[in-house]
């Protein structure tokens, strides 16, 4: 499998000539995120993970999705598939496990919206904006957000203990806090003995 990271916090996952895709949002602007894709993956409703807009002009692209995405999208009809916590999904040759219910906290005084996160072929998992615990040889870890500190990101980790960890979610930093991001992701991985690296915009790895 290839997995190519887009933007802010989505990626495209390739194996052989299929292609399906997790949160092209606001802030994936490159058009090939979505080329030849036949699915589209979203864990929830913020605007970085999820451009509704941008669906709608893909007339004949299935989305998989929580449910408060899904009623932002009831227009599509059919198009959209609703999917939770424990559902086995087929999809674009994949086999998809959905894991996960709520956002990670992001304030005291609003509840978390819905949020998925994507077993893809019990080997790479996408959790969205959300901490879950899953066994996994490969995380798709969120590198820095709002709701998020440094030692949350090293527990994160060292919960899931995955042999490779790609950092995404990093389309607010500056060049500082990547330097600072990078030096965290050297730091796990040789104290695990793992391979923990941030994905670049178009930056591809092999699993």
């Known amino acids: 499998?290839?997995?190519?990271?887009?933007?802010?916090a989505c990626v495209r996952l390739e194996k052989g000539s299929r292609a399906l895709v997790i949160d092209p949002g606001l802030m994936t602007p490159e058009p090939e995120a979505l080329e030849r894709a036949e699915a589209v993956l979203?864990?929830?409703?913020?605007?970085d993970h999820f451009d509704a807009d941008r669906l709608r002009?893909?007339?004949?692209l299935p989305v998989y999705t929580c449910p408060g995405v899904a009623r932002q999208l009831a227009d599509l009809?059919?198009?959209?598939?609703?999917?939770?916590?424990g559902d086995v999904l087929d999809v674009a040759g994949?086999?998809?496990?959905?894991?996960?219910?709520?956002h990670h906290?992001?304030?005291?005084d609003v509840p978390p919206v819905d949020n998925v996160g994507f077993l893809v072929d019990g080997e790479v998992f996408h959790p969205g904006d959300a901490l879950t615990v899953v066994e996994a040889p490969?995380?798709?870890a969120p590198g820095q957000a709002p709701w998020m500190t440094v030692?949350?990101?090293?527990?994160?980790?060292?919960?899931?203990?995955?042999?490779?960890?790609?950092a995404i979610h990093d389309g607010l930093l500056n060049q500082w806090g990547l330097k600072v991001l990078d030096g965290v992701l050297d730091s796990e991985g040789e104290r695990l003995g793992a391979e923990f690296r941030r994905l670049p915009v178009g930056g591809s790895a092999e699993v």
Do not use: Q
């Open 1 to 8: 499998m290839r997995i190519t990271k887009y933007g802010h």
């Open 151 to 166: 030692p949350d990101l090293i527990r994160y980790l060292r919960a899931v203990r995955p042999r490779r960890a790609y």
């Open 105 to 108: 906290v992001s304030h005291p």
């Open 42 to 47: 979203i864990t929830h409703e913020h605007f």
């Open 94 to 102: 994949f086999r998809v496990r959905v894991v996960g219910e709520k």
């Open 138 to 140: 490969t995380l798709l």
């Open 77 to 85: 009809g059919e198009r959209v598939r609703v999917v939770e916590n």
């Open 57 to 60: 002009e893909h007339p004949d």
